[in-house]
Nanobody, 118 residues
């Protein structure tokens, strides 16, 4: 079983930056996709960004050009660098992972709160 732990959330002003980190309990070299979801109160959980084992990334339209997802397989870490933050980015952010060759996220972190406000 894979355990994921996110950290780095907090309060940031609009236009500011924040980097989220996620550590995995096992080597991520065998995990196909690592990604970040977010969920605001009363809204569905949505995919923010993902990165494949081959390094291919994808982003939600709302964060394209502002967020960057990356993975460090040697350290079993995945990151989400968030720039030009907006109030609508406020949500609980979850780290997620598939298993080997998987396309469906099945492992989830506990979530970390990101609040964008002045």
């Amino acid at each position: 079983q894979v355990q994921l732990v996110e950290f780095g959330g907090g309060l940031v002003q609009p236009g500011g930056s924040l980097t989220l980190s996620c550590g995995a309990s096992i080597s991520i070299r065998s995990i196909n996709l690592l990604g970040w979801y977010r969920q605001a109160p009363g809204k569905q959980r949505e995919l923010v960004a993902g990165v494949s084992i081959g390094g291919t990334t994808n982003y939600a339209d709302s964060v394209e050009g502002r967020f960057t997802v990356s993975r460090d397989n040697a350290k079993s870490m995945v990151y989400l660098q968030m720039n030009s933050l907006r109030p609508e980015d406020t949500a609980v952010y979850f780290c997620a992972a598939t298993d080997r060759w998987g396309l469906k996220y099945k492992y989830w972190g506990q979530g970390t709160q990101v609040t964008v406000s002045s």
